[in-house]
């Protein structure tokens, strides 16, 4: 097998480490060569011996000897190009790239498809850990009802910081940031679309359909405040950015939003830059992944099993309807701060300290509960339970 890397940052350098270090151990396992034939970058680079550096990704696409594109630079646009012009090659095409394959998984599926070539991108949700793979291959014998999680890191880790060492928002993410975990964009991270376009992932594998991304309600975590993660302790819950897609009567629920978990749950409980994700379906009941979602060896540890496994049958397909019926999860309990002590509201938790009155409601319909919170100045969260 001979290998073509694009994209020779953090992660594709990961995947040259490991792919080396690895590789008589995997020649030996899988009786094949295992090579890295080219590393593509803008960049100059040292790349090991015998690997051919090039900064023209066509240099590997039109490389007859060229079985995998890996492709690892991100973003939705050349990336885009390469995938699409690499599988109408026939190129097998391993990838970590969320957005794309969340914005434009059809297209590139039924390329793939077209052109009899395999794609595989475990690396693109939760980092190294395994759970792309396993909800497609181990869960089939399952229906899946829901998948929730922690999916993005970055804001993980700055809740984590607010909550253990006592900071604001704006003091833990200059942390994060120090520390390379927020992304060039960081609204990426902070506002959700990272984790949108993860459970995006998940959930069009789990349900078995395409849909638009936009139609994604996303809320980061840029209005999670101290203050409210105290109120929060005291009533027995963290808060945490949970991505959630379950199946509703109508269709598909998916969100993403701050959200109190009992302290109680192992979700809440998965802390700093760890990613978690939580499946529920119908014969094994519930099962949950956890384990490191950023990094370099984590990350390229994924990529790497993605290559190896383009060298066995392919029992894969995305044969998927796209489907409209996508909804935002408004059934729920919510957490609610106001400067007043509400009337009618339907709640199983109150108190009241300063001046803040605290609340966690019983189950109701977001619209509902906005009508009953009319004309109140009023911080709310979601509440799973
Ligand atoms: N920004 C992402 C995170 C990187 O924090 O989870 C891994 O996808």
Known sequence: MKIGIIGLGTVGFGVVEILTEQKERLEKQFQTEISIKYGCSLEEVTLPKGVIYTQDYHDIINDSEIDVVVELIGGTTIAKTIILDALNKGKHVVT???ALIAHDGQEIFETAKKNNAKIYYEASVGGGIPVVVPAKEDLIANEIEKIEGILNGTTNFILTLMETDNLDFDEALTIADGLGYVEADASLDLDGIDAAHKIQILAMNAFEKFFDYQKIKATGIRNVTKKDMDYAKQLGYRIKLIAQAKKLDQGIGIDVSPTLISIKDMVANVNQAYNV?????????????????????????????????????????????????????????????????????????????????????????????????????????????
């Open 96 to 98: 970590a790239n969320k």
């Open 277 to 385: 994700v939580e499946i529920t379906c119908n014969y094994l009941e519930n099962v949950i992944f956890y384990g490191k979602g950023a990094g370099r060896y984590v990350t390229a540890s994924a990529v790497v099993s993605d290559i190896i496994k383009t060298l066995k049958e392919d029992m894969w397909n995305h044969d998927y309807q796209y489907t409209d019926d996508i909804y935002p999860i408004t059934y729920s309990k919510y957490y609610i701060r106001c400067e007043h002590e509400l009337d009618n509201l339907d709640y199983e938790m109150y108190f009241s300290q300063k001046k803040d009155h605290v609340y966690i409601t019983n189950h109701i319909e977001l619209v509902d509960l906005q009508k009953q919170l009319q004309g109140e100045d009023y911080t709310l969260f979601k509440v799973r339970g």
